[in-house]
């Protein structure tokens, strides 16, 4: 099992940058890959982006692309949702997940999750 710890998220102005943060630790030996998740009120939850395990290959959703960034720090085994140009309706609970799968077909991406980090509140206002 692979513990998330989620950390980061707040109030911010529209247009405004973000950061958040997620720490791994315990059996990562099978996590091939870090994912990003939302859900706003009412909504499904929704793929934001992923991060190979061990830094390479990044994925993002067409609402995100441009304006996130999704990095990890090795040493700490610590990945990162770097939010910018923040917009009204990014405002969710963010989650991180380690993924044992990841794939890209019939046009959307399809994973297979295996922990879940607790989630962390991202308003924006307008």
């Not at 994925?59 to 990095?71: A, E, L, M």
Request: proline content about 1%.
């Amino acid at each position: 099992q692979v513990e998330l710890v989620e950390s980061g998220g707040g109030l911010v102005q529209a247009g405004g940058s973000l950061r958040l943060s997620c720490a791994a630790s315990g059996r990562t030996s099978t996590t091939y890959a870090m994912g990003w998740f939302r859900q706003a009120p009412g909504k499904e939850r929704e793929f934001v982006g992923a991060i190979g395990w061990s830094g390479e290959n990044t994925h993002y959703s067409d609402s995100v692309k441009g304006r996130f960034t999704i990095s990890r720090d090795n040493a700490k085994n610590t990945f990162y949702l770097q939010m910018s140009s923040l917009k009204f309706e990014d405002t969710a609970v963010y989650y991180c997940a380690a993924l044992s799968s990841l794939s890209w077909y019939s046009g959307e991406y399809h994973w297979k999750d295996d922990s879940w980090g607790q989630g962390t509140q991202v308003t924006v206002s307008s």
